[in-house]
């Protein structure tokens, strides 16, 4: 078994100042696979480069970016500049910083079937470590399709560059990290695992929801856990239902014919939304670290009470967009979209009422919702508070907001913030009262610029912290939720399309809440 | 009849400066206007100094209530104070953010009248930070009543008239209890983060305990109180006993410490200034480029800003001047 190098240690480092430096991270080799994909010239060589800019990485640091396509290393090079220089956000672009940056970028053409990359990609370690000094510690990224995570895995086994090969090569940590999907469903998602378990050990894999990684989603750990006076208010006596939305204004796309194997349930229920269920939902951890907090978050998922197959279409509703004209432009339905069957059965809007069966939550009902051609691109928690016990004014109107008029908003994106809804007095005579929002945003409170997801995922792998990584429990959990949904639905020829691209999605996920006398927000 | 201020007057102004927003925000439906506040701000001034602009590059991070008193020479005894606010329009947004501000403008014979004013301006449950902008101010007895309420008080010791002074006023704050910061420390925190990056590697830190010497060069004729802390941290994280020397580079440069050189038995490790904008780190054969951003006094204020508490690892430096 490799053994892993110490992370830098402040106890150590007599120049170490914790309050005004940067935590900083040991030096590494990523790997990633998949290097020629939209991922890595989207998301991870753009956050990487920020990374660089904010003195974050290590001095000790190189890539090694793998995929079939043959490139030189001066190639690759510049089809990164031109990605991060296209890709950056709200970041500006240093021509010097990038010179010393893409010294650090390498790239191995091959085939991840093929035994011969590997030893490429080992030599290339080997160099980097010789030349960037970067400790022997090797993390790698499957930026790949996810049919090809299983023999990336196995030939890293094969090839000794996993901590648990027969005949390890160097010492350091070796880390993964899985992009999502892990798995189709609950069964592939646990062959996936067993293979990624035989040769990484689970602290050394990281299963990233960039969701998790968002700033606002982890405010809500800072909201309920740092503030007193939210906790007592958090469940089923003072709680009336919870509304998780994540919602996109754009269609899938040139993205189709993946999508049409995917759909909403999947790519964004059982992929993040049960994630932020989960952390809405969870108990608090008594310490917060990793395995606290992921197994809090696992219990809460293990919680959600399975549907029976009776009772999943009055409490999961499919939809998919049919074409519509919005803000003068001809909007196409998800069956004509480019390599779509025109008979798919894919949801592209998934909704569905989920009840969590403990003390906390009992009888508090959890809508989730999600889906793709809705009027904005929105995603926020909305947490409706039950009516006051007894209206003391009552003769008085209290407009739409009735007896319910006590929200407190998450908003995850965009306009990150958090806003509580009450009930003042209007100035003037009498006692008529309307609803102000008190509002707090994210952005505006602390500055220009958030770190993007991936920037804090990937300072969080390389420092070694998981908690916003998913564990494999959570993973199976969440399958385990969605799984008789996936069935019935998968079993059910559905009238699509049943919702208008630009509207809020099929009036059977209205009438969902409508029987609980509930009814959607519009955010 | 002499100049009177009351907090309460420039309370009410405050007030009447958010309705004025807010019906403005409703007549353009632009959602009317989001009120910050997360920690007053006391900025002292001499004279007509331009504030204005790092106050608002400040409001962008940690939108405060900022009161600026400015103290001025004049023959006639003045004592005036007004509120404003100060907003902008993040891009993409439709509601201004504003911060608050109150202006009190004294003579040296009516300073002695600002404190209890201010006192009544605070906004609660705030930490309160006074930043002296010209920290000269500091000899005026009149700020003494106010020091015991501030979390920090900041000055720039590079920037004074006499810098020499300014670190002995800071060292005494210090050792009455007060919370304080230096504008050139955070100037040199990206050196110091260099220095804490070399020695992450196991490597060079196994060496950490054979530095017998260290050299700063800097750019300017005298020796900065920047060169001087950044001489001073090293040697007192090290331990034992390293000489300390300065050099002058005696070339005008865009920048103030030039490098900075730590050697002994068998073992130089250097940070070296390549432009604006970088340093190159050597040691070994090992060499790697950094960024240094530009600095700008908000930035350092910011900076500042973030250690609210006790900063001890400074405070050990400070001692050492």
């Known amino acids: 078994m490799a053994v892993v190098s110490p992370p830098p240690n402040s106890l150590e480092n007599p120049f170490e100042d914790p309050l005004r430096f940067e935590r900083r991270l040991a030096p590494l080799a990523l790997v990633i696979f998949g290097a020629n994909g939209d991922l890595t010239m989207r998301k991870l060589l753009p956050a990487l480069y ?49 010179q010393e940056f893409a010294r650090k970028l390498y790239y191995i053409a091959g085939d991840v079937n093929d035994p011969a990359c590997y030893t490429a990609i080992k030599a290339k370690l080997a160099e980097v470590e010789r030349d960037h000094a970067t400790g022997g510690n090797i993390l790698y990224y499957l930026s790949t399709q996810p049919s090809y995570y299983a023999p990336v895995i196995e030939q890293l086994g094969a090839a000794g560059l996993a901590p648990k090969s027969a005949t390890p090569f160097g010492n350091g940590y070796r880390r993964l990290v899985i992009e999502k999907p892990f798995g189709h469903d609950l069964d592939t998602s646990r062959v996936l695992n067993e293979v990624v378990q035989r040769v990484f050990p689970e602290q050394d894999v990281y299963r990233i929801d960039h969701y998790l990684g968002k700033e606002t989603v982890q405010n809500v750990f800072a909201f309920r856990f740092g503030n007193g006076i939210f906790e007592p208010l958090w469940d089923r006596r003072y709680v009336n239902h919870v509304q998780i939305t994540a919602a996109e204004s754009i269609g899938v796309g040139g993205r189709g014919s993946f999508y049409q194997e995917t759909g909403a349930l999947r790519d964004m229920i059982q992929g993040h939304l049960l994630q932020i269920m989960a952390t809405v939902a969870m108990e608090p951890s008594a310490v917060f670290e990793p395995d606290a907090v992921r197994d809090e978050r696992a219990k809460l998922l293990r919680s959600i009470r399975i549907l029976k197959p009776g009772e999943v279409l009055e409490n999961a509703v499919p939809g998919q967009y049919g074409a519509a004209r919005i803000g003068g432009e001809e909007i196409k339905g998800f069956r004509q979209e480019d390599k779509v069957n025109p008979e798919a059965q894919t949801d592209t809007f998934a909704s569905a009422t989920f009840l969590v069966d403990n003390w906390r939550w009992a009888g508090v009902p959890f809508y989730i919702r999600s889906g793709k051609r809705l009027p904005k691109r929105v995603t926020e928690i909305a947490i409706q508070f039950n009516e006051a016990p007894h209206s003391v004014f009552s003769g008085e109107p209290l407009g739409s907001f009735g007896g319910r008029p006590n929200m407190l908003i998450l908003r995850i994106q965009p306009e990150e913030g958090i806003s509580l809804r009450f009930l003042s007095k209007q100035p003037g005579t009498g006692m008529r009262l309307r609803p102000v929002s008190m509002d707090f945003n994210y952005g505006t409170s602390f500055g220009a610029r958030t ?53 809020w999605g099929p009036r059977a996920a209205e009438e969902m809440l409508g029987r609980n006398g509930h009814q959607w927000r519009t955010p | 009849m002499a100049a009177t201020l009351q907090a309460d007057k420039l309370l009410r102004e405050l007030a009447n400066v958010w309705e004025e927003l807010g019906k403005h925000g409703v007549e353009e439906n632009t959602g009317g206007v989001l009120r910050a506040c997360a920690m007053n701000l006391l900025v002292c001034v001499q004279g007509d100094v331009e504030v204005g602009d790092t106050i608002a590059d400040l409001m962008h991070e940690f939108p405060s209530r900022v009161i600026v008193l400015r103290v001025k020479k004049r023959a006639t005894p003045m004592l005036e ?7 902008w329009m993040p891009f993409g947004r439709r509601q201004q953010i504003c911060a608050e501000q109150i202006e009190l403008v004294a003579t040296q014979d009516t300073l002695r009248d600002t404190p209890s004013v201010i006192r009544g301006l605070w906004a609660p449950e705030l930490p309160v930070v006074i930043w002296f902008r010209h920290a000269a101010l500091l000899e ?25 002074w300014t670190i002995t006023q800071l060292q005494a704050l210090q050792r ?24 992450d590697h196991p ?32 040697a007192s994280s090290l ?9 002058s580079l005696r070339e005008t440069r865009a920048w103030e ?21 970088q340093v190159e780190i050597r040691w070994d054969c090992y060499t790697s480029a950094l960024m240094f951003p530009k600095l700008t006094q908000s930035t350092l204020l910011l900076e500042e800003f973030e250690v609210l508490d006790r900063d001890p690892i400074f405070e050990r430096v400070l001692a050492r001047l």
């Open chain 1, 50 to 98: 920020r990374l660089a800019y904010e003195r974050r990485l290590p001095a000790g640091f190189a890539v090694i970016g793998n995929s079939r396509t043959g490139l030189t290393d001066e190639a690759f090079r510049q089809k990164m500049y031109e990605s991060v220089k296209q890709f950056l956000e709200d970041s500006a672009f240093d021509e010097d910083l990038w």
């Open chain 1, 451 to 503: 770190p993007t997801a991936y920037e804090t995922l990937l300072v969080d792998v390389m420092a070694g912290d998981s908690t916003l990584y998913t564990r494999q429990d959570m993973v199976e959990a969440s399958w385990q939720v969605v799984k008789p949904i996936m069935e019935v639905w998968g079993n059910t020829k559905f009238d699509f399309p049943n919702y208008d691209a630009g509207s």
């Open chain 2, 81 to 87: 104070g007004r509120a404003l606010a100060q907003c």
């Open chain 2, 140 to 164: 005026y007895p009149e700020f003494e009543m106010l020091l015991p309420m501030a979390h920090k008080v900041i000055v720039d010791s590079r920037d004074s008239e006499d810098p020499e």
């Open chain 2, 176 to 199: 009455a209890g007060h919370g304080v910061g230096d504008l050139a420390w955070a100037r040199i925190t990206r050196w110091r983060e260099s220095v804490a990056q070399m020695f």
């Open chain 2, 203 to 234: 490597a060079c830190s196994a060496k950490s305990g054979a530095i017998e010497s260290i050299t700063v060069t800097h750019t300017s004729l005298s020796t900065p109180t920047t060169s001087r802390y950044l001489a001073e941290w090293v």
């Open chain 2, 239 to 247: 331990g034992g006993n390293v000489t300390i020397d300065y050099k």
């Open chain 2, 257 to 277: 410490i030039h490098s900075l050189e730590l050697r002994g038995e068998g073992f130089v490790a250097t940070i070296v200034r390549k432009d604006a904008n």
